[in-house]
């Protein structure tokens, strides 16, 4: 399903799995995601042969398995290689827009207490203050890493834990996944609150 998970094709995955089993229209995909119709096409037609994406109706269709979905959509991901800026620290959180994504994000959603780091997406446009170092992710260089976002639409579904803004719960549970090492332990209690596959016993 590699043509599912294409950088445009993601943003079609997250909008069925943050309105799973809920019939929607092509023309509902198309004006949140600002794809194609033709890609949109593409992608629904490909779920369902893949049997996770059911038509109820001749022109409605609605996401019937989110979690096998989920899982394919793990492997796609490599939130380590990304690029990201490291600050010295969070406070550079208030002056740009953001949504926190792995130990942060898992933080705030479930209450992982284990790190201190603080991770967040901003904007693609992103430009790092100096004496910001550059690097990968994986590398965490400082406690505070901002990553520029690949698509705006990441932030699509963010919500609100107190006075912070996290990305949508099935996109934090795939980065996490994706890091793997202590985010794993971040991702069992993001999975338990959820209701998201387990990867202890392989889901």
Same mark, same amino acid.
């Given at each position: 399903m590699a043509g599912v998970f294409s950088p445009k094709s993601c943003r079609? &995955?997250?909008y069925l799995l943050l309105h799973a089993k809920t019939a929607v229209n092509q023309k509902q995909i198309v004006e949140a995601t600002g794809v194609s119709k033709g890609l949109a096409s593409k992608v629904v037609s490909e779920l369902v042969q893949k049997g996770l994406v059911k038509r109820p109706y001749r022109t409605r269709f609605s996401l019937e398995y989110p979690e096998k979905l989920l899982l394919d959509w793990i492997g796609r991901r490599d939130i380590g290689a990304k690029k990201a800026f490291f600050a010295k620290d969070a406070s550079i959180l208030k $002056? &740009?827009?953001h949504a926190h994504t792995i130990f942060s994000g898992a933080l705030l959603d479930a209450g992982y207490l284990e790190s201190g780091i603080t991770t967040a997406y901003v904007p693609s446009d992103f430009r790092p203050a100096e004496g910001m170092a550059e690097g990968r992710l994986d590398?965490?260089?400082? $406690?505070? @890493?901002?990553?520029? @976002?690949e698509d705006e639409? %990441?932030?699509y579904g963010k919500k609100r834990v107190g006075t912070? %803004? %996290?990305v949508n719960p099935f996109l934090l549970y795939v980065d996490l996944a994706s890091f793997g090492g202590m985010a794993l332990t971040a991702l069992e209690r993001v999975a338990q609150k959820h209701g998201f596959p387990s990867l202890k016993s392989g889901g």
């Open positions: 079609i &995955v997250s $002056k &740009v827009g590398s965490l260089k400082t $406690k505070t @890493a901002l990553i520029p @976002a639409f %990441v932030f912070e %803004v %996290v």
